[in-house]
């Protein structure tokens, strides 16, 4: 390899390795995701940061690539270029390095984050209580177990698994609790399922992303469509379910 | 000129018949939807009818001779030609005019979303525009590059003199215009505010304007399947002696596997949109979960043609810009026979990966993974088409016009937007983000970044044969970095947005996010702004630029071997195929020859010193 | 073979050579393209109701559609050969046969249409999944009764023979496409499942 073609390779890998030191910096330093709410919302994010942290080094290597082209291989061209590159057509080898990579790093990341993610996100199909959620026109109905009833407010105990048990009375709605990381759609004639353990004591008031947004258009009022999610303690979500259906 | 004067009558009459006779069995009221769609139809027929195929099909069925129209000049393009580079003219410049207008829908809702609350647009009207947005924009995806360059590029390219059904192809282009006028009409009967997806049931229940939709964007289909089919016969049939599957110029073969795509799928979105007009009008019961319907069914016919539609979109995308890469850089393409298996795999696999719209919708759960898996394997063949444009790049002789610095670009922002699909095609992390702002942002990135971006670099290297004149190339630069910084300044906090909390469709959001969508509507404004010196380089250009010549870029395809513009049918003499589309490097590489020949487009090896090689008179 | 000629000339003899291949290619893609929108059709049908069926289902009168169509597919394939061997009479009683064969299907299928209204009307899911195959189906036949119509009367009028009649040829083959799409909406809706 001459001289020439060994400085192109040193520039690319400087480029690469400085874009890539770059990208880590402002990923990792810097607090992209708001706050986790529930169990889900860390296997989510660890995810999310997981894909990140991949394709940091893809992004900096096809800056580099394209940077050293630019700067290195750019030529001075008055009215007509009259020389070519050389006649390079192909590098067997090299494809089938490339390919073999992209096939690795696919098949990485559809078994994790994919799926190990899936059977993480998912668990066991076992939930200590269980919520029903009905979804109309641009409103939320919550109805637990004991007969209690909320409309436009979720509470929910922290700590233990939740399972919401969904449908909708008229549109295609969608049931998406951003500080959960975790939606499902409301769909009429059918119930749909998710699973959620919060994890933390708050409200509404304390983060907007506790909430339930309808995250599929429903006409007029589909932003205004949410309610506030209250975690509660285990003890005073009990006392406070009692209380709703005693009072009822 | 008359063609269209008659077109335009015979389209109204048409509505109004059909319309009126409908009303007049069925009784109601004359804006009945019914009315509308017989009106529509019968309206259709009579455009087509008017605008041309009256004068040569419907004549030719009685055993009457054709009347060719005798127009030239400019009037040719606003009338019925059958010259492919005219319909590539025509497609061009209405689909840049549906653009902007798709722009100005865009800066309407940036300006609502700059701040929280209600500003200029209530609830309603924000979805409306926002879905005339989108549905014009996806259309402009759909079809532009297709349409005008596939039109324009492809029957040169091969050296054919035309498309193999000219007179279809005109019927596929005057079938634009109706989908338009259906589309911008909506408004008449209330709009519709359902997004460019049209979910059921709100898009049963919803306001009239809908029923446009499903007739307009029908329409649409049709008008791509027809594309389609021409393409691939005039690919498949029409190719010059010589000229074999291994010699066919990139473009062709992205023009070729996104037109199967076209061909093959747009008939499930042409029938989930029948189904919703019908269960609109007739009365039946597809997506109605009360009565055994299926909203669910919609989505999976939806998707089924929508992601490969995406492919539409973006293959001709990689054509044009690997095709500026390679003449630019002035080096043969890198691994040819890879990049055509991998256009072709991707056109493959693109049907099998729809349900990953769907990990949220409620579908069963086992088809998660399989959806996901398939997904994620599309990333090995887009890898390929990276690969080759990166590679022809490095060590060539890079001439940096204004169609490079766009080529170079695009491989960016394309990238952007195949690396953020990762994260929507993994299930975790899309149960998240689906419908959320990353999504907005990551389509953004593919269509805007992988199509327009693509579509400019096409504008910006053939604009020179399509007018015979140049492009002011500082000012081609200039647009190409203001676009750029605009673009990603707009659409990277809207990730963030997403992440954060922030769902798509919806014209007020919590007010903790406003600090990042007033950043991103000031940057969308300063991005809007480009356009304008798009507008003022394409006209200035064209009509004072300087001449071109024959083969301004040194290039060694077939369409640089003709005059600029080509004359009609293309050749003087029947072109012969004799080598390598990009034989660029190698001494005395020709790739076709043809009687009358005037430029060539390879330069001499760097010793041979002649200097006479790549002269164009 | 670089001899100096006129665009035109080379227009022609282009368009001599590949327009045959052209044209065959063209129609099957459309066929192709077509069997995709009933494919779609088809499978919404088995997504929404499955194989359910309602009670009273006119299985003579489909039977009966069935028999006709099969018969007016023969009686074209003649028309065509006729045609490639110049036999004008033939290919006209042939041609006229399978016209009338495909308007009595038609007027069957106002029938079942009638029958069905009361049975299943649209707005059960049976109904739905009926009428629009159906209708979709009938639409196809209309189309290819008057493309028959079209090309019978250019033969009538002397515009084909033996070694030029594509029409004809395009014509047929796109009525034993309709034909066949047929025979797979037959069996989805009236034999699949059921009691
Ligand atoms: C001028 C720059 C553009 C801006 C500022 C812009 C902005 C937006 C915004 C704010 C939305 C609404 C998102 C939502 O609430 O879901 C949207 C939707 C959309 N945009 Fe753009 N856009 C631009 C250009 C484009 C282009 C060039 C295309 C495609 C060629 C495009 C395609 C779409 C599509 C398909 C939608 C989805 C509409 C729907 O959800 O039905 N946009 N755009
Ligand atoms: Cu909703
Ligand atoms: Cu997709």
Redesign the interface.
């Known amino acids: 390899m001459d001289q020439d073609?060994r400085n192109?390779w040193i520039w690319f890998g400087s480029l690469w390795a400085i874009f890539s030191a770059i990208g880590f910096y402002l990923v990792l330093g810097i607090d992209?995701?708001?706050a986790q709410w529930a169990h889900e919302a860390e296997?989510?994010d660890d995810?999310?940061i997981l894909?990140m942290g991949l394709?940091i080094p893809?992004?900096a290597g096809?800056?580099a690539?394209?940077l050293t082209?630019?700067l290195r291989?750019?030529?001075q061209?008055d009215d007509?270029?009259?020389?070519?590159?050389?006649?390079?057509?192909?590098?067997r080898n090299?494809?089938r390095l490339?390919?073999a990579s992209?096939?690795i790093?696919?098949?990485m990341?559809?078994v994790n984050?994919?799926?190990i993610?899936?059977a993480?996100?998912?668990g066991e199909p076992s939930a200590d209580i269980v919520v029903e959620v009905q979804a109309q026109r641009w409103s939320w109905k919550v109805n637990y177990e004991n007969g209690a009833e909320t409309f436009n407010q979720l509470y929910l105990p922290a700590d233990r698994r939740v399972r919401f048990d969904i449908t909708?009375l008229?549109?295609?709605h969608?049931f998406?609790i951003?500080?959960f990381?975790?939606?499902?759609?409301a769909?009429?004639?059918?119930v749909?399922y998710l699973y959620v353990t919060p994890e933390g004591v708050g409200s509404f008031e304390d983060d907007?992303?506790l909430?339930v947004?309808?995250?599929?258009?429903?006409?007029?009022?589909?932003?205004?469509m949410a309610m506030p999610v209250t975690v509660l303690s285990p003890a005073d979500f009990d006392a406070w379910v009692t209380d709703l259906a005693e009072g009822a | 000129m008359r063609q269209l004067l008659r077109a335009v009558i015979f389209g109204i009459l048409g509505y109004l018949i059909g319309a009126t006779l409908t009303w007049l069995v069925r009784g109601g009221s004359l804006g009945d939807e019914v009315c509308v769609v017989f009106g529509y139809v019968v309206g259709l027929v009579g455009w087509l009818f008017g605008i041309g195929m009256g004068d040569t099909w419907v004549r030719e069925w009685f055993g009457l001779p054709a009347r060719e129209s005798d127009v030239t000049g400019w009037k040719r393009y606003l009338g019925f030609s059958t010259d492919h580079k005219v319909i590539g003219v025509q497609y061009l410049a209405t689909f840049i005019v549906v653009l902007l207008l798709g722009g100005v829908a865009a800066m309407i809702i940036r300006f609502e979303l700059a701040q929280a609350g209600e500003g200029i647009l209530n609830a309603d009207r924000y979805n409306q525009v926002m879905s005339m947005h989108g549905i014009l924009m996806v259309a402009v995806a759909v079809a532009a590059i297709l349409g005008s360059f596939g039109n324009y590029l492809v029957p040169i390219m091969i050296g054919a003199d035309d498309m193999a059904f000219p007179r279809l192809n005109a019927v596929t282009f005057w079938l634009i215009p109706p989908v338009a006028i259906g589309l911008l009409a909506a408004p008449t009967l209330g709009s519709f505010d359902a997004g460019w997806t049209a979910y059921p049931p709100l898009s049963v229940v919803n306001n009239g304007g809908q029923i446009l939709f499903v007739l307009a964007v029908t329409t649409f289909g049709l008008s791509s399947i027809l594309g389609g089919l021409n393409v691939i016969t005039t690919i498949v049939t029409m190719r010059a002696p010589g000229m074999t599957w291994g010699r066919l110029p990139i473009f062709v073969w992205a023009a070729f596997a996104a037109s199967m795509i076209s061909l093959l799928t747009t008939q499930f979105f042409a029938a989930s949109l029948v189904l919703i007009a019908m269960d609109r009008v007739a009365g039946t019961v597809f997506f109605d979960g009360g009565a055994g319907g299926d909203p669910l069914l919609y989505q999976h016919l939806f998707w089924f043609y929508s992601h490969p539609a995406v492919y539409v979109m973006v293959l001709p995308g990689f054509g044009l810009v690997l095709e500026t890469i390679t003449h630019m850089s002035r080096k043969p393409l890198f691994a040819y026979k890879a990049v055509v298996v991998s256009l072709l795999t991707i056109a493959g696999l693109s049907v099998i990966v729809w349900a990953h719209h769907m990990f949220t919708s409620g579908m069963a759960e086992y088809l998660h993974g399989p959806f996901m898996f398939a997904t994620e394997m599309i990333s090995v063949p887009t890898g390929v088409i990276f690969l080759s444009a990166m590679a022809t790049l490095w060590r060539g002789k890079l001439w940096m016009k204004t169609p490079l610095f766009f080529a170079m670009i695009w491989i960016f922002q394309f990238l952007m937007g195949g690396v953020t699909g990762i994260f929507l095609a993994d299930v975790v992390t899309d149960v998240s983000l689906h419908d959320s702002y990353f999504v907005v942002a990551h389509f953004h990135y593919t269509i805007m970044g992988g199509m327009i971006f693509a579509f400019l670099t096409g504008i910006f290297f053939w604009f020179p044969k399509i007018t015979g004149r140049m492009i002011n190339d500082r000012l081609g630069i200039i647009f190409a970095l203001w676009l750029t910084i605009g673009f990603q300044l707009t659409f990277l906090p809207q990730f963030w947005l997403g992440t954060n909390g922030m769902n798509r469709r919806i014209a007020d959001y919590p007010d903790q996010l406003e600090g990042a969508n007033l950043f991103s509507s000031i940057s969308a404004f300063f991005l809007g702004g480009s356009f304008l010196l798009l507008i003022y380089i394409l006209l200035s250009a064209a009509r004072r630029g300087p001449k071109a010549g024959d083969n301004p870029w040194n290039a060694s395809t077939l369409e640089w071997q003709v005059s600029s513009p080509p004359p009609e049918h293309n050749f003087s003499g029947q072109p012969t195929v004799v080598g390598h589309p990009y034989g660029y490097g190698t001494a005395d590489s020709r790739h076709a020859e043809f009687a009358g020949m005037t430029a060539v487009g390879l330069a001499e090896p760097e010793q041979a010193g002649t200097g006479e090689g790549g002269d164009n008179e | 073979m670089a001899m100096t000629t006129t665009p035109e000339a080379v227009h022609s003899r282009a368009e001599a050579t590949y327009r045959p291949a052209a044209n065959r290619l063209g129609l099957w893609l459309f066929l192709a393209s077509e069997t995709f929108l009933f494919s779609a059709f088809i499978s919404s049908r088995f997504v929404v109701s499955g194989t359910d069926q309602p009670e009273h289902l006119n299985q003579g009168l489909a039977l009966l559609l069935t028999l006709l169509l099969l018969w007016s597919s023969i009686s074209a394939f003649r028309a065509e050969a006729a045609m490639a061997h110049d036999n004008r009479r033939l290919f006209h009683r042939e041609m006229l046969t399978t016209i009338v064969l495909g308007a009595l299907f038609l007027v069957g299928v106002g029938v079942e249409f009638n029958e069905a209204l009361t049975d299943f009307p649209a707005n059960t899911i049976y109904g739905s999944s009926f009428f629009m195959l159906i209708g979709l189906h009938a639409f196809h036949v209309l189309t290819g009764i008057l493309a028959l119509g079209v090309v019978w009367n250019l033969g009538r009028l002397g515009h084909y023979g033996s070694d030029n009649h594509w029409p004809v040829e395009g014509v047929v083959k796109y009525w034993h496409f309709v034909d066949l799409m047929w025979v797979a909406i037959y069996p989805t809706l009236y034999l699949f499942g059921g009691s």
């Open positions: 073609r192109d992209l995701l708001p296997i989510v995810a999310y894909l394709s893809i992004f096809v800056a690539a394209l082209s630019l291989f750019r030529v061209v007509i270029p009259t020389e070519d590159g050389p006649p390079v057509h192909n590098n090299f494809v490339w390919v992209t096939l790093l696919a098949l990341i559809t984050p994919g799926f993610g899936i993480e996100l998912r909708s008229d549109l295609v969608s998406w951003p500080g990381r975790v939606k499902i759609d769909v009429p004639g059918r749909t907007f992303n909430r947004q309808c995250a599929e258009i429903c006409g007029l009022g589909h932003a205004q």
